[in-house]
């Protein structure tokens, strides 16, 4: 049976050397799925290997927007990166502590050139996830609440469909991350309004998670009242 992962060498666009990254087969096994998307497949992780890391440079992106660098971009990554000696490696296998410092240097380049806010909210969710595979519940939250947060700025700023998310399922994942992270109020007014709405009917899988997260927020929100 074939490796699920193996290594293909790519140009960075920042420093333009040679590096090689680890990416994954197109074919993986789902074996379970989370209420916010996380998924769980057979041989491997692949949020683990979402970042693509220089070894040169240490510029970090996801490998979906790896390359989508502007001129100024680019000057502004080089300019910090100018005169700093790294020098590190996360091709090949990765644990879970690499998966981490892979996501929080993406986030941190990410904000440097003042990414879209849904650019970034992707990134603290799979870091939510790679948390939540260690049981690290605190920074998971914490991971969550921040994806939370610009999922709602990109809902309100930029066009949709956000990646994949249709409107309907950006909402309700505001909502439900709004639930994981205690945010009952905010969870339930999301919530509510993909189940009230008629256009996410069309999407009934999507319809039928929120409603199941609006009853599970509105009951943590009456325990915690009482």
């Known amino acids: ?18 590096f090689s990254v680890t990416r994954l087969r197109s074919r993986q096994v789902m074996v379970k799925q ?32 790896f390359d989508e660098l502007s001129s100024a971009a680019q000057d502004k990554i080089a300019k910090f990166l100018s005169g700093r000696d790294v020098n590190i490696n996360f091709g090949g296998e990765r644990t879970r502590g690499q998966a981490i410092a892979t996501y929080k240097l993406a986030i941190f380049f990410a904000d440097l050139i003042s990414a879209p806010a ?5 990134l603290y969710l799979k870091l939510g996830w790679v948390y939540r595979d260690g049981e ?17 700025q990109a809902l309100m700023r930029e066009r949709l469909p956000i990646g994949t998310l249709s409107e ?7 909502g439900e991350l709004a639930r994981r992270t205690g945010q009952n109020d905010k969870a339930l007014s999301y919530l509510g309004k993909v189940v009230g709405s008629p256009a996410a009917k069309l999407e009934p899988r999507v319809t039928n998670l929120a409603r199941d997260a609006w009853h599970e927020a509105r009951a943590a929100r009456d325990q915690a009242d009482s």
């Not at 049976?1 to 040679?18: G, H, I, L, R, W």
């Not at 690290?136 to 999922?151: F, G, I, P, Q, W």
């Not at 309907?168 to 505001?174: G, N």
Request: glycine share 2%.
């Open 1 to 18: 049976m074939a490796e699920p992962t193996y290594s293909v060498e790519k140009e960075c666009p920042v420093c333009q050397k040679q």
């Open 34 to 65: 989370d209420s916010d998307f996380c998924a769980y497949f057979q041989d491997v992780k692949p949020y683990y290997y979402t970042i693509w890391v220089c070894s040169h440079c240490g510029y970090a992106a996801a490998d979906t927007c």
């Open 168 to 174: 309907a399922a950006v909402t309700y994942l505001i």
């Open 118 to 122: 849904s650019r970034l909210a992707e």
């Open 136 to 152: 690290d519940n605190e920074e998971e939250k914490t991971a969550l609440a921040k994806a939370c947060e610009y999922y709602e």
